[in-house]
């Protein structure tokens, strides 16, 4: 078993930033890959950003490329999503999610991951 916490979310500005973070506990040693998504009212949940805890390459959704960064403090188990210039349409509830066990397919389709948090709400105003 992973569990997750997500925290960090808050109301900001339009323009300003944001760090979410997501702490990981149980069996993180088996977590092999680790995203966060998105889940706007109304909408289906979205792939944001991922990584592999194996490898450097880093993934992100075309939408926030260049303002997003996902890092990891492998030491405290914890993966964070900074974001910056921030926008009203990243207004959103935001979650990470984990991977157990190899797997080389996509990193967008929330059904690959096996363990969620509870989601963390980033409000930005216009």
């Known amino acids: 078993q992973v569990q997750l916490v997500e925290s960090g979310g808050g109301l900001v500005q339009a323009g300003g930033s944001l760090r979410l973070s997501c702490a990981a506990s149980?069996?993180?040693?088996?977590?092999?890959?680790m995203g966060w998504f998105r889940q706007a009212p109304g909408k289906e949940r979205e792939f944001v950003a991922g990584?592999?805890?194996?490898?450097?390459?880093?993934y992100y959704a075309d939408s926030v490329k260049g303002r997003f960064t996902i890092s990891s403090d492998n030491a405290k188990n914890t993966v964070y999503l900074q974001m910056n210039k921030l926008k009203p349409e990243d207004t959103a509830v935001y979650y990470c999610?984990?991977?157990?066990?190899?797997?080389?397919?996509?990193?967008?389709?929330?059904?690959?991951?096996?363990?969620w948090g509870q989601g963390t709400q980033v409000t930005v105003s216009s």
């Open positions: 999610a984990a991977r157990t066990g190899y797997y080389s397919g996509t990193y967008y389709t929330p059904s690959t991951y096996d363990y």
């Open positions: 990584f592999s805890w194996s490898g450097g390459s880093t």
């Open positions: 149980g069996r993180t040693f088996s977590s092999y890959r």
